[in-house]
Nanobody
Framework: QVQLVESGGGLAQAGGSLRLSCAAS????????MGWFRQAPGKKREFVARISRSGTGTYYADSVKGRFAISRDNAKNTVYLQMNSLKPEDTAVYYCAADMGFNGDYEYWGQGIQVTVSS
């Protein structure tokens, strides 16, 4: 089992920045492909960013490309999402997720953390 706990959310003004952290336990982080997702009120959950096991490969949704950066510190068992130039439409509950790499699905999810961007 893998446990994921997000932190760092909260309220930011448009144009501001926040950094989310995801602490993993129960399995060595370097064995996991990690991702961030978000779900805004009344909308489906959507993909935000993904990072390879080593951290050398990253992939972003078009809506956040150039503004958000995903990174990881395997020694600290932590994944980060640096969010810059925030927009009100970034308001959502953000989820950290872990993919063991067997079938392309994310098997483990955090509880989610609220990010609110005011205009």
């Amino acid at each position: 089992q893998v446990q994921l706990v997000e932190s760092g959310g909260g309220l930011a003004q448009a144009g501001g920045s926040l950094r989310l952290s995801c602490a993993a336990s129960g399995r060595t982080l370097s064995s996991l492909i990690m991702g961030w997702f978000r779900q805004a009120p009344g909308k489906k959950r959507e993909f935000v960013a993904r990072i390879s096991r080593s951290g050398t490969g990253t992939y972003y949704a078009d809506s956040v490309k150039g503004r958000f950066a995903i990174s990881r510190d395997n020694a600290k068992n932590t994944v980060y999402l640096q969010m810059n130039s925030l927009k009100p439409e970034d308001t959502a509950v953000y989820y950290c997720a872990a993919d063991m790499g067997f079938n392309g699905d994310y098997e483990y999810w955090g509880q989610g953390i609220q990010v609110t961007v005011s205009s």
